[in-house]
């Protein structure tokens, strides 16, 4: 980050610690910061050079806050942000199901007052969103609020796009956009591998790019970050829906994405006797291979749906993918013989903001029809053994994926060579075994013979309860397929 970028940041940042005394959260901060920065940007748009027509009402629009006090103002922040909710488009989705969490009028005040002080507009736009992104990341970092599970690491991000290699022209797919990650990466990608005609720019900010977000204030802010780095324009490429409810009928060149976490629908259906009808609980359509209620296998169908023929993916799941019997075993099976699952990279614990997760990217590629089955190997990269991170005192970053990145050489992924690290496995292989499982380790786990070098106490304690967490996701498996037999 800038250092024009870090010193905003903290500025901003600092503001948030006053209003916590309130009871405002780092997630609420950042929400209502996204409304005025939003409105304050509309407003200068108004002005030389740009000289815009606005799309905010006169009513609502920037100036009109800086002339109201006490009680005043915030009924006219809070009328605000109900009427600009009613709006279509961007606009629609960055208010929508607004609300003032800022109750002392004198604190809302001095947030405008700190806003108004920058010329956001005049900012570069790799400026605005470095700010942007900060904010989000410190936000993320809150794991109290939760906010942490629609915040993908961005060095992660950034490796599996560096080697999915998106093109002008394409049309690249998020069905659980978060924040944005994958789209301001790929974007960033593009921008500097291609030189780009006026038309290609255009097309890459208005038309490359189309996600779901299932919660309303993430959407927000995925719509926010967008728009300060210069993606989308008054249409919103984000829909605010359950993305995996039905097929959308749209087809795209890419899917880049990691699904939230944890294995069941968000989806209940309550039945005449008031619980919670258990059928209500899985997706009943007709383009899925199998029916569940885990959530990720669900999202896997519904991404091999979205892609067209020869459209490529990469996708973030937890273990239970990899070795789950049942629906699991199913999606798998028709995953290897109708795509070419190419690639496995196996993740280390410590990068997520649940704790615990042990999760891995897929890598696969949909294919026309056939008899045969697609896949021929699957590469798979431990990053997992023996490798230690955390979320603050050792975070991952770009260089701890270099070597991946070279294995899975992007240039020529059929032209490959086994390391240490990196092995491959037949199709034949895979499917001899129990489950037709891709749960495959072959490193040895130095902690357990080297006592006297042991991880830290808190390392041992999130792997201790990734593997509770992954025993008890084998034992619901089981238990639902005792129930369905």
């Not at 609420?28 to 005025?36: F, G, N």
């Not at 690249?172 to 790929?186: E, K, Q, R, V």
């Not at 029916?291 to 669900?298: G, P, R």
């Amino acid at each position: 980050m800038s250092t024009e970028s870090a010193t905003i940041v903290q500025r901003l940042w600092n503001y948030c610690n006053v209003l916590r005394d309130d009871g405002v959260s780092y997630g609420d901060y950042v929400e209502q910061l996204t409304y005025l920065l939003f409105l304050k940007m509309a407003d200068e748009q108004t002005k030389p050079p740009y000289k815009k027509p606005s799309i905010i009402p006169k009513d609502y629009s920037w100036p009109s806050f800086k002339t109201q006090d006490g009680s005043e103002l915030e009924t006219h922040y809070r009328k605000t942000l109900i009427e600009l909710g009613k709006e279509s488009g961007m606009l629609g989705i960055i208010f929508r199901k607004a609300q003032n969490r800022i109750q002392d009028p004198a604190k809302l005040k001095r947030l405008i007052g700190l806003i108004d002080e920058e010329t956001w507009m005049g900012l570069d736009i790799d400026i605005k969103g470095e700010i942007y992104e900060g904010l989000l990341q410190k936000n993320a970092e809150d794991t109290k609020s939760g906010a942490g599970q629609y915040f993908t690491p961005r060095p992660l991000i950034k490796a599996m796009v560096e080697v999915m290699r998106p093109e002008p022209g394409m049309t690249i797919c998020d069905p659980a956009c978060g924040t944005g990650g994958f789209f301001l990466s790929a974007h960033d990608y593009i921008s500097e591998n291609y030189k780009l005609d006026r038309e290609q720019k255009q097309i890459l900010r208005n038309q490359t790019f189309k996600g779901w977000e299932i919660v309303d204030n993430t959407a927000r802010l995925c719509v926010m970050n967008l728009y300060l780095h210069g993606i989308g324009g008054e249409e919103s490429p984000v829909e605010v829906n359950d993305a995996i409810i039905s097929d959308p009928g749209q087809r795209f060149n890419m899917v880049l994405t990691n699904p939230p976490f944890g294995k069941k629908s968000s989806v209940t259906i309550v039945n005449g006797e008031g619980k919670a009808d258990k059928s209500a609980l899985s997706y009943e359509r007709d383009d899925f291979w199998a029916t569940t209620s885990n959530k990720q296998l669900n999202f896997v169908q519904h991404i091999a749906t979205l892609l067209e023929i020869n459209g490529e993916s990469a996708v973030v799941v937890p273990d239970n993918v990899l070795f789950e019997g049942g629906a699991g075993e199913t999606v798998r099976r028709r995953l290897l013989a109708g795509f070419d699952v190419h690639t496995l990279l196996r993740l280390p614990t410590g990068l997520f903001y649940a704790q615990g997760v042990k999760a891995n990217v897929i890598f696969f590629k949909k294919k026309p029809g056939r008899e045969k089955a697609w896949t021929e190997k699957v590469w798979i990269y431990d990053l997992r053994t023996n490798k230690h991170f955390t979320l603050k005192t050792n975070p991952l970053r770009t260089e701890d994926l270099k070597d991946f990145i070279d294995c899975y050489n992007p240039e020529n992924r059929h032209q490959r060579e086994e390391t240490e690290r990196f092995k491959s496995f037949t199709y034949d292989e895979i499917m001899q075994r129990d489950k037709v499982s891709l749960d495959i380790f072959w490193l040895k786990d130095d902690s357990l013979e080297d006592t006297e070098n042991l991880p830290n106490p808190d390392v041992l304690a999130k792997e201790i309860v990734g593997n509770l967490e992954a025993a008890l996701l084998q034992f619901e498996s089981i238990a639902e397929d005792l129930g369905e037999e």
